[in-house]
């Protein structure tokens, strides 16, 4: 693994072995014990987008491992002027040891990973977003101790956390069920490839319109926000369109009986998702927000570390 660009170029070992070093990394960051991993190195984080736990995540994440974080808003880089992305990866790659970038196309993303030196991880585009993948699968393997056998429902919009949830659950084996409303169906190219992996790991993929029959037998449900970044123009008409997809105790009600709940956050209560559920027993979303910390602590230090 030389880059986290999505989970599409990850095999199932490598994802296994990032939660093994999370298991570690959480486990020393708990009892005190120091785990300067990436002393001396930097990771610059170019955000062309806002982030509350992406950006705090890897920032602490980064000065727990020893190493040095660099916030690079893109108001405030050349990028926002129109320098290359490939200019940008040659530069960077001369100073710091690996690029973190939250942006809108996908393509920028694997065109700084082909033009720099360095490791490149997607924190984010309008396409996947793998990081939160990995925080998410982790989250289930730690309430299950298994995710061998699990089913994942997702319920909303077909959106970068649908095509990454389609590329995590395919690659573990992991059946995945989504629902979204017509017209918001996850990207076809995605779909398909999350069908390859699908037939290699043994798991099954079901792509629909009907959340009851979505969570069917699901021992995770899974929402995210209705409008995404980019998107608020549309607020609107989407909030009329996703009538009837809201994540409440009913729809968790149709579930596997110890089913969680998970949101990638920020969640807009009423709206995706009942305060009731948001807020509820099987609710299991701020494990999961701090899951972030340590799957990327993992991440980070097999990509940028030399383990
Ligand atoms: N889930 C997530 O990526 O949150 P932020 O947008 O706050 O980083
Ligand atoms: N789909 C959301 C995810 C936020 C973490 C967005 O792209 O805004």
């Given at each position: 693994?030389?880059?986290?660009?999505?989970?599409?170029?990850?095999?199932?070992?490598?994802?296994?072995?990032?939660?093994?070093?999370?298991?570690?990394?959480?486990?020393?960051?708990?009892?005190?014990?120091?785990?300067?991993?990436?002393?001396?190195?930097?990771?610059?984080?170019?955000?062309?987008?806002s982030s509350t736990r992406t950006r705090v995540s890897f920032e602490t994440g980064m000065y727990q491992l020893g190493g040095h974080p660099l916030f690079l808003s893109s108001n405030d880089?050349?990028?926002?002027?129109?320098?290359?992305?490939?200019?940008?990866?040659?530069?960077?790659?001369?100073?710091?040891?690996?690029?973190?970038?939250?942006?809108?196309?996908?393509?920028?993303?694997?065109?700084?990973?082909?033009?720099?030196?360095?490791?490149?991880?997607?924190?984010?585009?309008?396409?996947?977003?793998?990081?939160?993948?990995?925080?998410?699968?982790?989250?289930?393997?730690?309430?299950?101790?298994?995710?061998?056998?699990?089913?994942?429902?997702?319920?909303?919009?077909?959106?970068?956390?649908?095509?990454?949830?389609?590329?995590?659950?395919?690659?573990?084996?992991?059946?995945?069920?989504?629902?979204?409303?017509?017209?918001?169906?996850?990207?076809?190219?995605?779909?398909?490839?999350?069908?390859?992996?699908?037939?290699?790991?043994?798991?099954?993929?079901?792509?629909?319109?009907?959340?009851?029959?979505?969570?069917?037998?699901?021992?995770?449900?899974?929402?995210?926000?209705?409008?995404?970044?980019?998107?608020?123009?549309?607020?609107?008409?989407?909030?009329?369109?996703?009538?009837?997809?809201?994540?409440?105790?009913?729809?968790?009600?149709?579930?596997?009986?110890?089913?969680?709940?998970?949101?990638?956050?920020?969640?807009?209560?009423?709206?995706?998702?009942?305060?009731?559920?948001?807020?509820?027993?099987?609710?299991?979303?701020?494990?999961?927000?701090?899951?972030?910390?340590?799957?990327?602590?993992?991440?980070?230090?097999?990509?940028?570390?030399?383990?």
């Open positions: 693994m030389k880059h986290l660009l999505g989970l599409y170029h990850i095999s199932k070992e490598e994802i296994l072995d990032i939660f093994k070093l999370t298991e570690k990394l959480k486990y020393e960051l708990k009892n005190d014990i120091k785990h300067h991993l990436l002393k001396g190195k930097t990771l610059a984080m170019i955000f062309e987008k880089i050349q990028l926002g002027r129109g320098e290359t992305i490939e200019d940008t990866a040659k530069v960077l790659s001369r100073y710091v040891d690996g690029i973190m970038i939250r942006t809108f196309k996908q393509s920028d993303v694997e065109d700084l990973a082909a033009h720099g030196s360095i490791p490149v991880i997607n924190a984010l585009t309008d396409l996947l977003h793998p990081c939160q993948v990995l925080a998410d699968i982790f989250t289930i393997y730690e309430e299950f101790g298994t995710i061998e056998d699990k089913k994942l429902a997702y319920i909303g919009d077909g959106n970068n956390m649908a095509h990454s949830l389609l590329y995590g659950c395919t690659k573990v084996g992991m059946d995945i069920s989504i629902a979204t409303p017509k017209g918001y169906e996850p990207d076809q190219d995605v779909v398909d490839k999350a069908f390859e992996f699908a037939k290699e790991s043994g798991c099954t993929i079901h792509i629909g319109n009907d959340p009851e029959k979505a969570v069917g037998g699901a021992s995770a449900v899974y929402t995210d926000t209705w409008v995404s970044m980019g998107m608020e123009e549309e607020k609107e008409r989407r909030i009329k369109d996703f009538n009837g997809f809201l994540v409440d105790d009913s729809l968790m009600g149709k579930a596997a009986d110890n089913a969680i709940f998970l949101h990638c956050l920020p969640g807009y209560r009423g709206f995706e998702v009942s305060a009731g559920v948001m807020d509820g027993p099987s609710s299991r979303i701020f494990n999961e927000a701090e899951n972030r910390l340590h799957v990327q602590k993992a991440v980070m230090v097999k990509l940028m570390g030399g383990k």
